[in-house]
């Protein structure tokens, strides 16, 4: 799993790193700069990446909770 | 004037928060500093949000996309989603679980213990110290200016502050937020200090969207807000909205910003705060749509800025512009929440900062010196090193008034200067503490050097090298100075660890037990 993790990383990354598309201008539902809904879009895939981690990659080590149960 | 009684009500309110805090207080220095490791998931993810969104995110990146387009989006926000929950994970659950383990409240009293070395704790303290002040300064430089401009003309009648527009100096402007936040602080401790920033997060969070609605309204002057927002786009400069005026060797170095705060050391204490390690999974999910929930708004209001309907004069400083959008198109009644909810991302960032150098003070010097001091003196201890050092912030302020964007980046750079040691002492056991006082004496030179030929940061967007050199077979493109910190930092924790003797095997055991700390493992 570990190498997946990082792989899946590394994809963001590329994608964040979008010099191909630096001076392509346009606005989405009229009003968003196209770079901004890209980077939100980042942002928001980002976020589908950690609930996988969370759901798939979280530590099953139970030392790591030393407080064992769900939060209060 | 209403936008002065709302803001300072807002401030009562905070101060009574505090007050409420402190009924909860039990007494000891580890419920002072660390709430007694009570802080669940909700206000986990709110106090590391608050903490880590400032006036760096507020008014450094309108002022940033006034000036230069919607491309800071993409160099900061959308990189801090991956960044920060990837430091949050990769850093911030292994040292949870080792502080609790060994009841470490600061990130020195880890190292010290890690490398076996009470040095390193005192070469680390004044320069973290360093960094925490230049933290301080974008917070309490963006609080004054933020509440003069909203307050120009409230002293029309009575004549007063005439320097000022008749408005709240910038001065006593940040010298009121400073004593407000001392004061919670002092009296709530790191339960009140969670507790505001819950509780200023969700304010923020409300009133940015709020603001970039009315604004839009304004600017746009229609009954339908999506005409308003098309109208009020449509009349920016084009190059504001497209990242083509962006060198991409700047954009790359800046993905290195984020990490930073892997070495924060107000975002190490609030990790320890947390109960569990289940506390950290909504933080880390919900970090980068918060984030951009906080920098999407702030970045189209900063490109509406440049558009001839914003009414914004010329020549706008860049830590003005979110300030003067709001007094400009909104009423007073809104224009005086909206600056609430500006400073209370301010406010938000500088408790956590006022309280962790507290904690530093006394645990990494204090007991150290004098193990034996007592939980009550070190409370004290805590508040009076504190108090001296927001007193230095307030003065630096009036001495060096930069942007807040600069400010924070130079910040930022000097933290990810020391990540490397953070990373080698969690996962890697060749690390030794000559590798670990070698990178933080490497990190601290170059920082000082490169922050003095940026002119203590008035030198805006400075490069390092500041030329493209050329090596022959390559060039080295311009980047922000943070990528050479940080290459400079890793080289040598590498090659001195490689030639100095391996830490004891006893500490080495103490610190990786049976399994690795990595939590993929």
Not at chain 2, 338 to 349: D, E, V, Y
Not at chain 2, 451 to 464: C, L, P
């Amino acid at each position: 799993m570990k190498p997946l993790f990082w792989l899946l990383i590394l994809i963001l990354l590329i994608f964040h790193q979008d010099y191909w598309q630096w001076d392509r201008s346009g606005l989405l539902f009229g009003f968003v700069p196209y770079s901004l809904a890209y980077h939100m879009g980042v942002s928001i895939v980002t976020a589908l990446f950690w609930v996988g981690t969370v759901k798939f990659f979280w530590p099953k080590d139970e030392l790591l909770d030393l407080k064992t149960g769900a939060d209060a | 004037m209403t936008e002065l009684v709302i803001i300072v009500s807002y401030l009562c309110l905070l101060l009574g928060l505090g007050l409420f805090a402190r009924r909860f207080f039990r007494g000891t220095s580890s419920d002072y500093m660390l709430a007694s490791h009570s802080i669940g998931s909700f206000f986990l993810l709110m106090s590391l949000f608050g903490t880590t969104m400032t006036a760096f995110a507020l008014v450094g990146s309108t002022g940033v996309s006034y000036k230069f387009g919607v491309g800071i989006y993409g160099k900061l926000a959308s990189a801090a989603g991956i960044m920060h929950s990837l430091c949050f994970f990769m850093i911030g659950i292994p040292l949870w679980k080792i502080g609790r383990k060994n009841g470490f409240r600061t990130q020195i009293q880890y190292f010290r213990a890690r490398f076996d070395n009470n040095l390193l704790g005192f070469l680390l303290f004044p320069l973290l110290v360093g960094f925490v002040i230049t933290y301080l300064l974008v917070g309490v430089v963006a609080a004054g200016a933020v509440i003069n401009q909203v307050t120009q003309g409230a002293f029309t009648a009575s004549g007063w502050f005439a320097g000022s527009g008749h408005g709240v100096p910038k001065q006593i402007g940040s010298g009121v937020i400073c004593m407000v936040v001392l004061t919670y602080v002092f009296f709530g401790g790191m339960r009140g200090t969670a507790w505001a920033n819950a509780l200023q997060t969700m304010f923020f969070l409300v009133l940015g969207m709020v603001t970039f609605v009315t604004i839009a309204n304004s600017m746009g002057g229609g009954d339908s807000l999506l005409d308003n927002l098309r109208t009020v786009t449509a009349s920016v400069p084009e190059a504001k909205l497209n990242m083509s005026g962006m060198k991409w060797s700047v954009y790359l170095s800046y993905l290195l910003i984020p990490l930073s705060v892997g070495m924060f050391p107000h975002v190490f204490q609030h990790w320890l705060t947390a109960k569990s390690v289940n506390s950290f999974k909504l933080p880390i999910v919900l970090h980068p749509i918060l984030v951009m929930a906080v920098f999407a708004p702030c970045v189209m209001i900063g490109v509406w800025a440049s558009s001839p309907l914003s009414g914004l004069p010329a020549g706008t400083g860049t830590n003005d512009v979110l300030a003067i959008m709001v007094s400009n198109h909104t009423t007073s009644l809104l224009g005086g929440l909206l600056t609430a909810g500006i400073l209370a991302a301010i406010m938000s960032s500088l408790d956590s900062q006022f309280l962790c150098l507290g904690t530093m003070f006394t645990e990494d010097i204090v007991r150290s010196i004098k193990p034996e001091t007592s939980d009550e003196n070190l409370v004290g201890f805590a508040r009076m090193f504190v108090f001296a050092i927001v007193t230095l912030t307030f003065v630096l302020s009036l001495v060096l008034p930069r942007s807040v964007f600069e400010l924070g980046i130079w910040s930022f750079t000097g933290f990810t200067g020391l990540f490397p040691i953070v990373v080698a002492a969690v996962y890697w056991r060749r690390v030794t503490a000559w590798g670990a006082i070698a990178s933080v004496a490497v990190t601290a030179s170059i920082w000082i050097v490169l922050f003095a030929r940026s002119d203590f940061g008035k030198n805006k967007g400075y490069t390092f090298p500041e030329e493209a050199v050329s090596l022959g077979l390559f060039d080295i493109p311009v980047m922000n100075p943070i990528a050479t910190v940080t290459f400079a930092s890793a080289l040598t924790l590498i090659v001195v660890s490689l030639i100095t003797p391996r830490v004891n095997a006893a500490v080495l055991h103490r610190f990786f037990p049976v399994r690795k700390a990595d939590p993929l493992g």
